[in-house]
């Protein structure tokens, strides 16, 4: 079953708004999750949907977070999130950031009390589009051992980098530190599927292929030891620097329902502008993308890719001929929104 992005995000927005958020705030979060959907990371999107107002019918997440600046400097940011839902803080910290940066060169951005904030891309390509080099990362709560380690104490800690172009797509790199995001080990517990080996171990340290059992053990990070000491430097970064919590100090997004999460972000725009114009930047990147699709291909391989390229083909292919959300998906999100009186049936322009 495949549904139309506009109306899918119109549908998700307003089940937002029934638990309170603003047209603006829940124009922002259902954006953020149907981009994720588009750009084919499905265990970022609108399956995200049910444990979002599940915390904010609880109490945990501030459905319209004041969010505000503690601290500052001309290329610093601290900022208080509210325990808001990230989307909305990172949109926020981001546009301070742009004007911060366009002012002096370059800002870094520190955010505490905050919750989930959905992919990193979402916030990356805000910053893209205003001639910005934008780093976007975030910590998240205990789910990865250190190395060596069978006891979770580290997040899989996402991290985002990006740059403009002009002619081609942009240059999007958007990952886990773990081997893979454990939202992806979520939905195929939810589909009843097991995971490829290599993915997590179970509590007792044993490599596992069960969902359920991975849940209940910890995921693995990528590359081992290096994905680990990336993983370790971005809670640094988002957590300890910020004044956010950290390893097993943020409170679990599915559990901890009368507690805020305390999630921490940390943003870095750099503005071309102070290099060259942006003109002259986006024209070499460019030249450096065409120069590397146009390298010569090992065998089996029919083109070369740049990071964010796949999504962007997704995106453009899931525009065109709508969002398959799979049975499981579509069920959720139908439910919570009957529960605070929002029928996915008066969005008849939904399925194509």
Not at 174 to 196: C, H, L, N, W, Y
């Amino acid at each position: 079953m495949n549904f139309d992005a506009k109306y899918l995000e119109s549908y998700i927005c307003d089940v937002l708004k029934a638990v309170g958020l603003t047209e603006e705030n829940g124009n922002i979060v259902a954006a953020s999750l149907v981009s994720a959907n588009l750009r084919g990371v499905d265990s970022h999107g609108v399956t995200r949907l049910p444990i979002y107002v599940k915390r904010l019918k609880s109490g945990a997440v501030t459905p319209n977070p004041e969010v505000r600046v503690i601290e500052e400097s001309d290329a610093s940011l601290l900022i208080d999130g509210n325990d808001g839902m990230g989307q909305i803080v990172g949109v926020k910290a981001i546009e301070l950031g742009i004007e911060k940066a366009k002012k002096n060169g370059a800002v870094y951005i520190g955010v505490k009390n905050s919750t989930h904030f959905g992919t990193g891309a979402f916030f990356i390509q805000q910053a893209i589009k205003n001639d910005m080099v934008a780093y976007a990362m975030s910590n998240a709560p205990s789910t990865m051992a250190p190395w060596g380690g069978i006891q979770p104490y580290l997040g899989t800690n996402p991290y985002a980098f990006g740059v403009p172009t002009e002619k081609n797509k942009p240059i999007i790199f958007d990952m886990a530190t773990s081997v893979v995001a454990r939202g992806k080990i979520i939905s195929s517990e939810q589909r009843g599927e097991g995971i490829p080996l290599g993915w997590a171990i179970d509590k007792e340290g044993r490599p596992t292929t069960n969902a359920k059992d991975a849940l209940e053990g910890t995921v693995l990070p990528f590359a081992g030891p290096k994905g680990y000491a990336i993983s370790l430097m971005i809670d640094i970064m988002s957590g300890v620097l910020t004044g956010a919590g950290f390893g097993p100090h943020i409170n679990n997004i599915y559990g901890d329902f009368d507690k805020p999460q305390n999630v921490g972000h940390f943003f870095q725009l750099i503005d071309v502008n102070r290099f060259m114009t942006a003109n002259q930047f986006k024209s070499r990147v460019d030249q450096m993308i065409d120069e590397i699709k146009s390298a010569p291909k090992a065998e089996g391989t029919e083109e070369i890719f740049l990071p964010g390229e796949i999504e962007s083909n997704t995106e453009n292919d899931r525009l065109q001929n709508g969002i398959n959300l799979g049975k499981e998906v579509f069920e959720s999100i139908k439910q919570v929104g009957e529960e605070v009186g929002v029928k996915i049936e008066n969005y008849h322009q939904i399925t194509l």
